[in-house]
């Protein structure tokens, strides 16, 4: 089974710009999740897509958006770049992660090493 | 708000010595996983537990979930330098799901 892919795997933006990025689940999987980590704030948990549906959300601004496609392809957006964006996104694939109460694994793929000068 | 805590959040140790990271959370977890990164790499998933109380092993690697289900610990007997890594827990509560602060593990050959 061939696992998550994220693409790109690096990119450089300046501030003001927007940037999208763009991630592939394990195939029969349908929940994706977005994370931020960054060496000062540690793994920060973005949104979770479930079925082309945004099922959680965590505490970031509205710059950062996200959607999912019916082949369960999610793609997350950030608006109006600020410095602090820079991060490593990750994005990680399961059957459905926060629907069940016991949360089934995450598969995370490579990231996208986001750089904003 | 909701935190989950890691202890140390940096450790070396000579190859051969035990190594063990500690989790807290301030509230009460419905699960915990563990994830290990590598340096460069991403996190992969370990284990879960879910059970108050409950103990896995898998090799040299032991795992706890706290009887109040607030806190958890990683034990590894005996490091080896391809323990090297940054070990995560995580766990949800209520409808969120968070990592601690991961502990950075270098093993000194």
């Known amino acids: 089974k061939a696992g998550v892919t994220q693409t790109p795997r690096y990119l450089i933006k300046t501030r003001g710009q927007q940037v999208t990025l763009s991630c592939s689940p394990i195939?029969?999987?349908?929940?994706v999740s977005w994370y931020q980590q960054t060496p000062g704030q540690g793994l920060q948990f973005l949104f979770e897509y479930f079925s082309e549906t945004q099922r959680n959300k965590g505490n970031f601004p509205g710059r950062f958006s996200g959607r999912q496609f019916s082949n369960s392809r999610s793609e997350m957006n950030v608006s109006t770049l600020e410095l602090g964006d820079s991060a490593l996104y990750l994005c990680a694939s399961s059957f459905w992660f926060s629907g069940p109460p016991i949360p089934n694994e995450q598969f995370f793929g490579p990231g996208t090493r986001l750089t904003v000068l | 708000g909701q935190q989950v805590m890691q202890i140390p959040q940096y450790q070396h140790v000579q190859e051969g010595e035990d190594f063990t990271t500690y989790c807290n959370s301030s509230t009460t977890l419905s699960n915990i996983q563990w994830y290990k990164q590598r340096p460069g790499g991403h996190p992969v998933f370990l284990i879960q537990?879910?059970?108050?109380?409950e103990v896995k092993k898998q090799k040299r690697l032991t795992f706890q979930f706290g009887e109040a289900k607030k806190n958890s610990s990683l034990h590894i007997t005996a490091t080896q330098t391809t323990d090297v890594g940054t070990y995560f827990c995580?766990?949800?509560?209520?409808?969120?799901?968070?990592f601690g602060t991961g502990t950075s593990l270098t093993v000194i050959p």
């Open positions: 195939s029969g999987h349908r929940s």
């Open positions: 537990l879910v059970k108050s109380g």
């Open positions: 995580a766990g949800k509560t209520g409808n969120q799901f968070y």
